[in-house]
Structures are given as C-alpha cells and as structure tokens.
C-alpha cells in the first residue's frame, strides 16, 4: 500500500511538472525577447520563436548546430552568428552571466540593438553544461537615449544662436557671430567655412549677406545667386535641404580652382516665406546622417524666426516713419495745422505743419495766444475769441472760418477752424483741441465750382454728361433748347436717341477709337432733334479720368451750326465761283485745271484750254454803262455753258476774259470745232433792254502737254495765243506756238536785269539840246535816261520804262535820274553854263505822295536854283485825276519847279482843266512834227497849239525837229523852242558842255 501511494504522489508530481513545464513553454514561445539554449559545445538545443524569426530560421532545423552552421542557412546574418559564438566564448572563459549590445543588420537595411545576456552552467566537475541565451530588443531605447542626448546638444546650441539674436548690434554682426558660433559646435564636423544669403524678393534672387572665410573670388561670384541656379539658389527654389559630399559638375565649372568640399544649403523659412539660405562647407566625402539633418532643420526654423523678426521690426520701424512722414505730408497737402490751448494759461502747443502755416520759423512749437491773435486779422479777433470762450465754457466743439495774414507774406489766407474741448485725464490739464485749415484755394475753387454751374446752365453750347457707360447723368438748358428733350426725357438714356441716319457704323467706331485712344474726338456730325429733323453739330466728346487713369465720365459739348453751314456754303460760293455768272472763278478753274492736268499725265492723255475775251469791252462800260455790261456778261456766260454742255469745266477768269477746258481729247479737231462753235454763239446780237449789241471775241488754245504741264503755265500761255488773236485784227482764234512765249521771256528776263541795273550803276544820262528858235541858242536840255547793260548793249527806254513802271522800280529810278541831273546842274552853273533841265515824270511817280518833298530835298542839297529844273508830265497823267493834279503842280510852283506839258494833243484834252494847270510850257508831240509841212492835219493842229499856248501866255517846244522845212514852218508861227537831231541827238554830258560851247 505504501508502494501504491508512493506511485501515486509520484503522478501527480509529474503531472503538476508537466503542467508547469506547458506553461514554461508558453511563455518561452510567447515572449518578445529572444531565448535561446545551447549545449557546452555551442550546440543548440531549443530556441523560441522570436529568436528564430529575427535570423529567419522559421523552417530550418536548427538543433544539434552552431552559430557557425546556422549561417549557412541565413547568410544575410553570418556576422552576426560570428559575433555570438566569440561572446559566447567570453561568457565561457568569464563564467558567469555576460552582458553586451549586439547590432544586428536586416535586410532591409535596418540595424538592430539587443540588449544580450549570456549565462553559462557548469557541471559539478566545472565541465561546460549548457549556455542560456537571452536577448531584448532596445534599439527604440537607444535611439530614444540619442535623441534626448542629441535634443540636449542642440538646445544648448540654439540658446547661445538664441542669446545673440538678441543683442543690441546690427543684424549683420550678429549673423556674422552666429554663423561663427555654428561652426564651433565639436559635434559637427562643418569646415569653418560658409555663408549666410538673404532672399530678395523684387529680383527673385539670393544676395550675399553674411560669410565666414570665403575667398574673395568666391565672394564675387556668390554675390548674387538666381533662384534654381548652383545649388544655393536650387535649395532656395525647392525649398530643401540639399546635401553634397563632393563639389557638383555645376560646382567645378564655376570654382575650377577651389579645392574639393562638400556641402550643407539649407532654406531659411518662416511661416511658408524663403527669407534666405544657410550654406556649410565640409570635407569631401563627408556621409551625412540624421542628427545633422534634424539639427539644420531645427537651425532652419531659428533663423527664419529671427530674421523674420528683423524683419518685421524693420518693417515695423519703417511703416511708423513713414506714418509720421504721411501725417507730416498730410497736413502740409492738406494745408492743415493743429494745436493745444489752455485759456488759463494762454499757451498754445503748435504742430509743425500749423507753424508752417503761419509762417513762424522756429523749432518751439509753443506761442502765446496773443502772439497768435496777432495773425488773424483784425475784424476775425472777436469772433476767434468768442469761441474759444464759448467751447471752454460749454464743452460743445464749434467750427469757424478765419482770415489771417502769416507771419512775412502780404497775401491774406482764409483758414477753416475746428475746435473741440478736451478734458484732464488722470488729473491733467484741460485745454482746447484745435484745427486750423488753409481753405484758400478750397474756397476760391467753390466760388469757380459756381462759376462753373451758372456757366453750365446759361451756355449757349448744349453740354451732355455721361457716366462710363454712356449713361446720360446732366444736360443743361442749352440741350433741351437746340435737342428739343427736356432733362427728364434724356437722364438715364444713351446719347445714341440723338442719332440721325447720316453716318455709317465705321464712322463712329473710329471716334470712339479716337476718344479711348486719344482721350478726346472733336469734329462735325449729324444728329437728329426731337421733332425728328436732322441738323449739324459741331460735337467734342471729352473722357474724364480719374488719378488711376480709369475713365469715369464723358462730357459732350455741341453747338448747332446750321446757320454757320449755310454761311460757310454761301462764302465757298463766293471763294469759288464768280458772283455775276454763276460760273466757276479763276481759283476754282485753276485748282480743276491741276487735277484734270494730273489726272491726264497718270492716264498719257491730253487737254485743251480755251481762253477768250471780248474786244473793246470798255467801250460798253464806257458807252452804255456798266448795268448793260453786266447783262452781257450773264448772257455770254449762258451761251457758253450751252454750248460746252459742261458747267464744270467753265469759268469767268476776270473782267471780260472766260476759259474752257476740256479733258481726254481724242484729236484736235474736237477743239477747233468747239471754239467755232463758241465764236458763232458769241457773234449773235445781244439784246439787252433798247440796245442790239453786237460783238467779238478773242481766243486763244493750248495743249497739254505740249505747251505746259502745270495749270498756270497753261492759262498764261493760252493768254498769250488770245493776245495774239487781238494783234491780228481781233475777232479770231491762235494756237499757241513757243514763238509766242519768246516776247514774254525777253520781258521777264529784262524785268531780271532791271532790278540788279541800278546797283551795277548801269544806267546813263543824255541831254538832248533845246534851242531858241529865234537866237540859235541852247537854253535848255531834256535829260534821257539809258541803259547799257552787263553785256555793254543799249537798251531802248521803249523795252524797260514801261517795265520799270509795273514793278514800282520807276520810283528809285526817277530819284537816282533826279539825284544825277541836279548834280550835273550844279556842275554847269560852276562852269558858267546856265541853262535848264527838263526831267520826264512817269504816271506812277506822279501819285507818290512824297514827290514834292523829294524833289525839293534834292534840289536843296545841290544849292542850285529850283526854275533850273523842270517837270515833263504827260497830259493823261494829269487828266486821270484833275482835283488832285492841279494841287499837286501848285506845290511844284511854289517851290519854283517849271512844269511842262508833254505830248500835247495826243490824249482828251480839257482846256477847262488846263487853264487851271499852273504850267510853264506845252510840247507839241513828235507825231505832229513829223508831218509837217506835208501833212494838212498835222500842220492844223500844230498851229491851233502853239496858237493856244500863246493865248495862254505858255511857252511851246517842238521836239522830234529834224529838217529844215519842220524848222522854217515852226518860226513862222513863233514857236519858242526847238528840239531834234536836226541840232544834236541825245548826247552824254561831256559831249553837251562841249556843244553848250561852240
């Protein structure tokens, strides 16, 4: 039984074993760390599941083999299986428990550390029994343990960044001391080399700030970096830590000569905002690792939040310099100026711009009020203090306009005045606040803005105001009185209701094109009334912009000009066509003529001209009157239009004288049919009231373009061929030819050499002898002007007195002619040869107003006696104008000038008038002599003159005497004085004081 009961415990001991040995197991499969056991030879015997899974022997059956032979089977960790078994030696030799860190790498890339501890057992003899293996994963210990380390080395570092961050020198300095302080940190391994770059956001660029050993070469180069250029602009672009642990290719180009170096460029932000970047230099081939990244990054968000404070601060201290700056600007824009007053006191804190405004140059900004009653006029004084008193007393603000004169200027300012009453705070004084504004030009500006509406609404021009979208805001009365609309019926309404239907769409798009380009159109238009009839306007659309350049209004001012069109149409009718005819005038003929003439030359085809007077025109003028005349005129001018049947092409050029043109002629032929038909036309009786009037014209035809290419040299040359018509009996028609032309070219060039004559001094006197018909003797000259030109030939008096005439040159002739025959004069008289000179007055001499004077001055200045000269006037000079000749030869007398009437006969004499000519001698024209004694009629009119003259107590001169018989028959009827080549030709001087001699 004892047996029994001893077998008995015995089972159920071994069951409490094996029960304790399933919960042994268990726990051996169910812990994280790894167990493992081994036999004395290193062999192993058991190993929970953790341990298997670490070195991936799952599947393998690992019992009874080494560390050595397991490696086989794992060899991504014979290392460590190398590295247990020389531990586990040690744990042998040592005999006792052993504890190391083993660090083991898995394949993918993690390293491991295990906390290992290794317990040997020994048999009772101390052989080797078995080894206990047992491990714990601490690699998060250690990292954790690292990181606190490294957090502490960094704090520390940050403190001393942050502890010059704040000190009192400028930002430069103190990143310059906090880059040093970076590159003594012993747990990094940067080169004392680097530098610090600002972001500059208007080049999108980083600039050089601060460095630390850079060469000067490199200086240059980095001194300014383009983002995503070199690696710094590159991190600053990416906004990233960039890592290099040699120089780049990009590097090696730009620094070939720096030696090898790796880099750190880290990005300096703030809140998402590059301020900069951070670049480190270290040796090449330096491998980064976390502590460094995660420290830059922390040195990353530092810096950005000191230079952002700096930043900030900057900002900060500008935008308060710049508000004090505007509220100074502000009150002097503004013309604005405060102050503090304490009545009690009577002090007055000023601000700078108030002093400004009274003109008192100081840097105290405290007066005393009656220094500042002193600048408001007088008449304001009152009123200034009134209010002071009433806001001091009621503590209510009240507002006044003043006028003051400042301190220096004679010029009175009108000012508005703010006062408000401020209490004590915290026991302090009470005083009143006050503002003063230079309201001048606001005020003076408010009286034009008057102006400006009193214009507005009494304007006889319509104005139209616009918004910008064309929206009618304001019209004035003058609108409504030439539109028709009244105000109510056009506000809010386009413009465009005024539209007439005479302007196509391209023409207001191209205003509208003017105004938004050129911000104004200005010109005529049409637009339509409200009862619906168009008229013309003229309009000027204005843009108003505001300070920003954007169009706000329009303004839109027009005038009717209804009644300046119908002007302006009447006035070009006047300017263009001939009054009398209705026929286009010369200006208008000339300018179709030019562009008919252009028209030909691009087209290579021809023209004709017609140009026609009527002969003796004057005579129906003369005769009849000037009203018949003009009913000729307007007759001629119907029949022509008839028979041209082109009234545009017709034209009265002046007077008596119409032109025709005809274009794209096919032959000449059409020409000369066209002038027969005109001359037929014209030849036909004009009955004018009684009158049966016939007449003749004369005309003359050009070519183009073979008598000239331009309007006038065509009209000219087609007057020529006319005036040839008239030499050849009238009544006719010429062609012209450039024969024609030769007669006017020697006239233009003799015109040419006319005016250079007088100063090349290549005019002469003649004196042709009078002689006493009863003594034989001369007493008398008349002095001749010729001219011998450049080429030393004479040209005749004929060719260029008439010249000189038409030109006005006649005047400075006749002075010159006068200048040298009183000198000539004086000249005889020295020589004992007394005698006197006549001297020829041409028409246009005569009407000079200063004649007298000149001629008296003259003759004064030679000391000669005035009966030694005298004035030859023809008797149509005299007769053109009889009331003002006779006065004129008055003066001549009573300055003692002999006058004499020359060519005597030949023109309508009036024996009224010259008996009231205060004259000296007639002169009987050489046509009258000439036909004696042959001539019955000249020998008559011969007698009946030098009958007359001796009734009229006048002496007479026969000139152009050149035979005997002429001589003979003017002494038998006691003719006074002789003149002719009978006796001498005109001669020079010398040679007449030699002939006054013999």
């Known amino acids: 039984m004892a047996d029994i009961k001893d077998l008995d415990t015995i089972l159920r001991e071994l069951s409490k074993f094996r029960q304790s040995e399933e919960r042994l197991r268990t726990l051996f499969e169910a812990t994280p760390d790894v167990v493992c056991f081994k036999d004395g030879e290193g062999r192993w015997l058991e190993a ?26 794992s060899p991504h960790f014979k290392d460590a299986f190398l590295t247990s078994e020389k531990i586990d030696e040690i744990a042998w030799k040592r005999g006792k428990l052993t504890r190391s860190q083993e660090y083991i790498s898995c394949p993918d890339g993690e390293t491991l550390v295990f906390d290992v501890y290794k317990i040997p057992i020994f048999n009772p003899d101390g052989s080797r029994k078995g080894l206990v293996v047992f491990g714990r994963d601490v690699t998060e210990l250690i990292r954790a343990q690292d990181s606190l380390k ?66 000067e070469k490199l200086q240059h180069i980095c001194e300014e970096i383009e983002l995503g250029k070199c690696i710094c602009g590159q991190a600053a672009l990416k906004r990233e830590i960039i890592f290099c642990d040699h120089i780049t290719k990009e590097h090696d180009i730009r620094h070939s000569t720096m030696p090898d170096h790796g880099h750190y460029v880290v990005p300096i932000e703030f809140k998402g905002e590059l301020l900069g970047v951070l670049c480190l230099y270290f040796q090449a081939g330096h491998k980064k690792n976390d502590e460094e990244l995660k420290f830059l990054e922390t040195l990353s968000k530092v810096l950005g939040q000191i230079l952002s404070y700096e930043i ?108 408000v009453f401020s209490p004590s705070i915290e026991g302090g004084s009470q005083y009143i606040t006050g503002t003063i504004q230079d309201v001048t030009a606001l005020r003076h500006n408010e009286k034009q803005l008057e102006l400006a509406t009193k214009i507005f609404e009494n304007s006889i021009e319509g104005i139209t105001i616009t918004d910008k979208h064309g929206t009618i805001l304001m019209v004035n009365p003058a609108f409504s009185r030439i539109t028709g609309y009244s105000p109510e019926e056009v506000i809010g309404k386009n413009p465009r209701i005024l539209k007439s239907d005479r302007h196509s769409p391209e023409f207001y798009k191209k205003m509208w094109d003017d105004i938004l380009e050129k911000g104004q159109w200005s010109g005529e238009i049409w637009n339509r009334r409200k009862n619906g009839q168009a008229y013309p306007e003229h309009l000027t659309i204005t843009a108003i912009k505001d300070s920003n350049g954007e169009i706000t209004n329009y303004i839109a001012l027009f005038h009717d000009i209804s ?32 562009l008919a003439v252009r028209h030909a030359q691009s087209h290579n085809e021809k023209l004709a001209i017609l140009l026609f007077d009527i002969d003796d025109f004057r005579l129906i003028n003369e005769g009849i009157g000037y009203n018949v005349g003009d009913k000729i005129l307007q007759e001629m001018a119907r029949r022509l239009t008839k028979c041209i049947g082109r009234s545009d092409t017709v034209a009265r050029l002046g007077g008596d004288e119409f032109a025709v043109f005809l274009d794209s002629l096919s032959n000449n032929e059409d020409v000369l049919n066209l002038s027969k038909k005109i001359l037929e036309a014209m030849a036909n009786p004009f009955r004018i009231g009684d009158h049966n009037i016939r007449l003749t014209i004369s005309m003359g035809v050009t070519f183009f373009p073979y008598d000239g290419r331009e309007a006038e ?3 000219k040359n087609a007057e020529i061929a006319m005036y040839k018509s008239k030499e050849h009996g009238k009544n006719a028609l010429h062609i012209f030819t450039p024969q024609m032309n030769e007669k006017i070219k020697r006239r233009i060039q003799l015109e040419e050499k006319l005016h250079k004559a007088l100063e090349n001094e290549e005019f002469r006197i003649f004196f042709q002898p009078k002689i ?43 002075e010159w002619v006068l200048e040298k025959v009183c000198s000539q004069v004086r000249l005889w008289r020295q020589q004992g040869i007394d005698i006197h000179v006549a001297i020829n007055l041409s028409p246009r001499q005569f009407r000079d ?42 003066r001549f007398k009573e300055i003692g000038i002999r006058l004499s009437m020359d060519d005597f006969g030949t023109g309508y004499s009036s024996l009224y008038y010259l008996k009231q000519f205060p004259i000296d001698e007639l002169k009987i024209d050489r046509s009258f002599v000439m036909g004696i004694p042959d001539k019955q009629d000249s020998k008559a009119i011969t007698t009946a003159i030098i009958s007359l003259a001796k009734s009229l107590r006048l002496e007479t001169v026969a000139e152009g005497v050149e035979t005997e ?34």
């Not at 149409?569 to 300018?591: K, P």
Request: glycine residues 6%.
């Open 48 to 73: 929970n599941s953790a341990y298997l899974s670490l070195f991936r022997l799952e599947n393998i059956d690992f019992r009874g083999k080494r560390d050595s032979e397991l490696a086989q089977y």
């Open 150 to 215: 490294s957090q502490g080395r960094h704090l520390e570092v940050i403190n001393a960044i942050l502890s010059l961050a704040w000190e009192n020198m400028p930002l430069k300095e103190r990143m310059k001391r906090i880059l040093k302080t970076i590159f003594t940190i012993p747990w990094l391994s940067f080169e004392s080399k680097g530098a610090i770059f600002l972001y500059d956001h208007k080049s999108r660029s980083l600039k050089l700030f601060v460095h630390k050993d850079l060469e």
């Open 312 to 419: 900030n601060r900057k900002h900060m201290e500008d935008a308060l310099k710049r508000s004090k700056t505007h509220l100074v600007n502000a009150q002097r824009l503004a013309r604005l100026g405060s102050f503090e007053l304490n009545p009690d006191t009577g002090r007055i804190i000023c601000s700078e711009g108030l002093l400004r405004l009274i003109g008192k140059e100081t840097t105290d900004p405290e007066i005393k009020l009656d220094e500042f009653l002193e600048i408001i006029c007088e008449k304001d004084r009152k009123t200034f203090l009134e209010a002071i008193h009433r806001v001091w007393e009621k503590r209510e603000p009240l507002s006044l306009d003043l006028k003051i004169k400042p301190i220096g200027h004679v010029q009175v300012k009108q000012i508005h005045c703010e006062l």
């Open 563 to 594: 009644e300046i069109k119908e002007m302006r149409e009447s006035l070009d009718f006047q300017i263009n066509y001939d009054a009398l005819t209705g026929l286009a005038n010369r200006q208008l003929f000339t300018d179709r003529l030019n």
């Open 713 to 715: 040299e065509l009209i």
């Open 772 to 814: 006493n018909i009863k003594s034989g003797r001369i007493e008398g000259a008349e002095a001749l002007i010729r001219w011998q030109n450049d080429q030393g030939d004479l040209v005749s008096p004929g060719e260029f007195i008439s010249i000189a005439e038409e030109t006005g040159l006649i005047i400075s002739i006749g």
């Open 849 to 890: 107003k200063e004649l007298v004077k000149k001629i008296h001055r003259v003759v004064s200045s030679n000391g000669i006696p005035a009966d030694c000269i005298a004035l030859e006037i023809t008797e149509g000079v005299v007769m053109d104008d009889e009331e003002n000749a006779i006065s004129l030869l008055r």
């Open 965 to 998: 018989e002429q001589l003979e028959f003017l002494k038998r009827l006691n003719c006074d004085m002789v003149q002719g080549y009978l006796f001498s030709p005109p001669i020079p001087a010398e040679e007449f004081t030699n002939l006054v001699k013999k």
